[in-house]
């Protein structure tokens, strides 16, 4: 860029910048985007779609955090609330990226076991409370035969189980190098190995210069304590580290959607409201203490070449170790061993970090024409490419309507309650 100003169709002086007062030695740029994972990568998809022109600044040479540290699993039947909307969107945007930017995208939906009496009434309560809004094609409950027609596991205590329709599965070791070339395909620059280092109205501080921005999207997930250490701080933000592994199985058949179990059921908020949620969750603590002081969620996709993603574990803290212990792989893989009734021999381990905190999702504004998007939970991948629309769609103007579900302010007004 080298001091031009960009020409794209939105400028400086929607957030209140007059022409004049950029600098004549700043870079510049409509719209600044701070982190390359899922979410930065759909606000530049929605502001160039817009017409402007888009800088992203990523500290590494490729994106590394948790965009492609996860399951790949996209799961939008179980969410609630404004997550559940921002998921319904994003799975719009998922299916169109898979056309324009080429990405592996199947129309998957998700498998629930029910290897529990109390489990199986949970997804009961779930299906009658989708049919009671209206949605009872979002559920479709199994007995345990059926179920195991489906699924390639272990029949030991299988009681019964469901299937979500509307879920989808990306591979995450394909999605964000996919995406990333599109957008450069379409003229977004990339600034690579360079850190931001201040956050000003206007203006962008990095290790290779200031740029000048009409408006700034953070999306660096859970290094917003780093960035943004008060707004961290206020929104009540972690870190939650997990261990997990990719690994090889003789199986009877391919997996043919993300496989969720009982553990899965206490982590979503739309199985939240069964009654039999509380029994549920003592006994998987009674009946499996190892797993459960590892906060397990034991859950697997397939990926395209036949290996299994299997996980995971949390443990939260505002740093979190990078030593994972060897006993927490064996939790995990003697859990999936016996849920698949087969060897599970490792192909990969290693640990995902993503941001946590009270909110499932972080939006603010700390000041004006800087914007702040996160998933607060494992949802990034899930919500993500909305998050990012809907943190440019305002300052893109009245000409850029997608089917947003709400407001920047309105959501971002929402979730301050929660925190007040």
């Known amino acids: 860029m080298n001091g031009r100003r960009m020409s794209g169709g ?8 007059g022409v004049g007062s950029l600098g004549a030695s700043a870079d510049r740029a409509d719209v ?17 779609d817009a017409g402007a022109e888009v800088v992203v600044v ?23 609330g404004l997550a559940a909307r921002l998921a319904a969107r994003s799975a719009e945007i998922w299916q169109r990226l898979e056309q324009d930017a080429g990405l592996w995208v199947r129309r998957s939906g998700t498998h629930v076991v029910a290897r529990h009496l109390d489990e199986l009434r949970v997804l009961e309560d779930f299906a009658a409370s989708r049919a009671q809004a209206g949605a009872a094609a979002d559920v479709r409950l199994y007995d345990a035969a059926e179920f195991l027609q489906q699924v390639p596991i272990s029949a030991d205590d299988v009681v019964g189980g469901a299937w979500l329709p509307r879920d989808l ?13 599109y957008l450069e395909r379409r003229g977004v620059e990339f600034r690579r190995r360079t850190t931001v280092t201040g956050l000003r109205s206007g203006f962008v501080d990095t290790s290779r210069g200031v740029i ?27 870190r939650c580290a997990l261990d997990m592994v990719r690994v090889r199985a003789e199986l009877p058949m391919p997996m043919p959607a993300p496989l969720l179990t009982g553990w899965s ?4 908020a739309g199985f939240a409201d069964s009654p039999a949620i509380p029994a549920l969750r003592e006994r998987l603590q009674q009946d499996h203490p190892g797993l459960a002081s590892l906060d397990v969620n034991l859950m697997a996709t397939q990926l395209p070449d036949g ?22 792989f064996d939790e995990l893989l003697r859990a999936g061993s016996a849920l698949f009734g087969t060897r599970l021999d490792v192909l990969e381990r290693w640990q995902g970090v ?11 504004e700390p000041t004006p024409g800087v914007r702040v998007v996160a998933a607060t939970t494992g949802i990034g991948m899930t919500t993500g490419p909305a998050l990012g629309e809907l943190a440019v769609a305002e300052h893109l103007g009245p000409t850029f309507s997608p089917a947003q579900p709400t407001s920047v302010r309105a959501a971002s007004a929402h979730l301050q309650k929660g925190l007040s």
Not at 10 to 17: D, E, I, M, N, W
Not at 32 to 48: P, R, T
Not at 212 to 236: Q, S
Not at 309 to 328: C, M, Y
């Open 10 to 17: 939105v400028s400086a002086a929607r957030v209140g910048l």
């Open 307 to 328: 290996s299994i993603i299997l996980g995971d574990t949390h443990s939260r803290g505002e740093a979190v170790s990078p030593f994972q212990s060897e006993h927490a």
């Open 58 to 80: 990523e500290r590494s040479a490729e994106a590394q955090g948790a965009s492609v540290r996860n399951f790949g699993h996209l799961a939008a039947t179980p969410q609630a």
């Open 32 to 48: 600044v985007i701070v982190g390359a994972g899922i979410v930065g990568l759909s606000a530049a998809l929605a502001a160039v």
């Open 169 to 181: 599965q990306v591979n995450p070791r394909q999605a964000l190098g996919a995406v990333t070339a």
């Open 265 to 268: 059921l206490l982590r979503y």
């Open 354 to 364: 993503y941001a946590t905190a009270p909110e499932e999702l972080l939006i603010d």
């Open 212 to 238: 000048a921005a009409g408006l700034t999207v953070v999306a660096v997930n859970h290094d917003i304590d780093t960035l943004l250490p008060e707004l961290a701080e206020r929104a009540v933000v972690r």
